[in-house]
């Protein structure tokens, strides 16, 4: 395969490395020359500042620090560079966000490698131009552009003379959705219909909210300028729980009267499906890619590069749905254990050849009385727990523990905040803030698994800083 490197100069900031080489190779086809890459927003702000390219694609979740976060240093550091964000995530108060930090174009992952190309080479001529910048979903009420929309973008000015028309899915959402001017009073612009319901003529357009509830408008304006802030507020007798968020020219509040159970449900299937998509755009990139090696010639190192990305995001995607499964059966008491003697040093080593860069400390050897299969699932739940949340060096330690065997996951991040430590191993829990996402079942799952095999799994803080992660099976 024959490529030529003399065009546009990119970086590439993705913490998916599947998924920086599937847009390294598609960007070389297309002429461009990919001249850095990064992991996460500290590397992707040192490596846009070394490098100063035509263009940054710029993930927006991402361990040790988010794009929305390093979004502003980038800009700062490389104002004539086009910075594109892309995420799994197509929430417009995201995309919102993500334009009001110096962003000038959204990309949901997902679209195909030629759109995505043809995305950004329309993103780059516009801001090369002086034209407005292509708007991926830039209304307040939801309608997400994805790269699909780029071939020929529809460019919206940057403050509407009129509010957009909410879009079905924001219309019809069961979560109360109120859009207000940033002004003095807050006057509403715009609600749904939970949100008519929830307050009924209190919502007007141009009411104030303070015409809806008092406690309502003193939270947002306290928290007018923070980025995300959730709290439990009064309106009448009924407490709702009350998201405000900022969107490019207005303030979006998010209102949800229903049980915290319910609500928890609605966040774990959002990540959920945020997830699954990364692996599958993964996926889809590649069989893309090596669908047109039939009429161009790839060369095989590629190919190999290429199915061996498959091959590791498809484990991803069987992990999401092995713990999705797991946590159904035991809900319904179906889960299933086949406890055999089993030596967990080996398992250890098994799961971490090839897969994690991490280090195996063995000082038992003894067998363990547990499932393979499981003692496999709650250990890459925990290294990916760790590779999200925590930082390298990451150690697996197999130590003696009375008559169990301990198996460690430490890793030498921040740790796991105080106020949150209690809630670590519940079902749907993450961490408010946490600077990536997930699905909150891994660690449930984990637990579960320990319990059902006569086994533990805890917490504690890793001498000198960082995460430490425990789970102990009996020793035969």
Not at 51 to 79: H, N
Not at 82 to 88: K, L, P, Q, R
Not at 352 to 364: F, K, M, P, S
């Amino acid at each position: 395969m024959t490529t030529t490197t003399s065009g546009p100069r990119v970086v590439l900031v993705d913490d998916t490395a599947d998924l920086r080489q599937l847009m390294r190779i598609a960007l070389r086809r297309a002429g461009w020359d990919v001249v850095g890459e990064a992991g996460d927003g500290v590397q992707g702000i040192e490596v846009a500042r070394a490098q100063t390219p035509d263009l940054v694609v710029l993930d927006l979740s991402m361990p040790v620090m988010d794009g929305l976060e390093a979004l502003p240093q980038i800009r700062a550091s490389c104002p004539d560079s086009t910075i594109v964000v892309m995420s799994g995530f197509g929430a417009t108060q995201m995309t919102e966000r993500a334009l009001a930090r110096g962003a000038d174009g959204y990309l949901q992952k997902g679209a195909p490698l030629s759109e995505v190309v043809a995305y950004l080479e329309d993103a780059l001529a516009r801001r090369g131009s002086g034209a407005p910048a292509p708007v991926a979903g830039a209304s307040a009420q939801g309608s997400v552009r994805s790269a699909s929309s780029a071939a020929s973008p529809a460019v919206e000015p940057a403050e509407p003379a009129e509010p957009a028309r909410p879009g079905e899915i924001a219309e019809l959402a069961p979560v109360a959705l109120v859009e207000l001017a940033d002004e003095a009073e807050l006057p509403v612009r715009w609600a749904n219909a939970t949100a008519r319901a929830l307050l009924g003529a209190r919502v007007a357009p141009g009411s104030p909210l303070g015409r809806a509830s008092d406690e309502l408008a003193a939270f947002v304006s306290a928290h007018r300028v923070d980025p995300d802030t959730t709290v439990d507020v009064a309106i009448g007798e009924l407490r709702v729980q009350a998201t405000l968020r900022r969107g490019a020219s207005s303030l979006l509040l998010y209102l949800d009267p229903t049980t915290a159970d319910a609500a928890a449900l609605r966040r774990a299937i959002a990540t959920t499906a945020h997830e699954i998509r990364g692996p599958v755009a993964v996926i889809c990139g590649a069989a893309e890619t090596l669908d047109r090696a039939r009429e161009e010639d790839l060369d095989q190192e590629v190919v190999l590069e290429l199915t061996g990305s498959m091959s590791r995001q498809a484990r991803i995607l069987d992990g999401l749905t092995t713990d999705l499964l797991t946590t159904a059966q035991a809900q319904r008491g179906t889960l299933r254990i086949e406890p055999a003697d089993v030596p967990l040093s080996r398992l250890a080593a098994a799961v971490l050849a090839g897969r994690y860069d991490a280090e195996l400390l063995v000082t038992d050897e003894r067998l363990v009385r547990a499932d393979p299969r499981r003692v496999e699932q709650m250990l890459s739940n925990l290294l990916s727990n760790a590779r999200k949340y925590g930082r390298p060096p990451i150690e697996v330690r197999v130590r003696p523990a009375g008559d169990r065997v301990a198996l460690d996951v430490v890793d030498h991040g921040d740790g796991v905040p105080d106020g949150f430590r209690d809630q670590l191993f519940r079902e749907f829990a993450r961490a408010e803030g946490a600077p990536a996402t997930g699905t909150g079942l891994g660690l449930h799952v984990v637990r579960t698994l320990a319990e059902a095999q006569g086994g533990t799994a805890s917490y504690a803080p890793a001498p000198g800083g960082g995460a430490a992660f425990t789970v102990e099976f009996p020793a035969v």
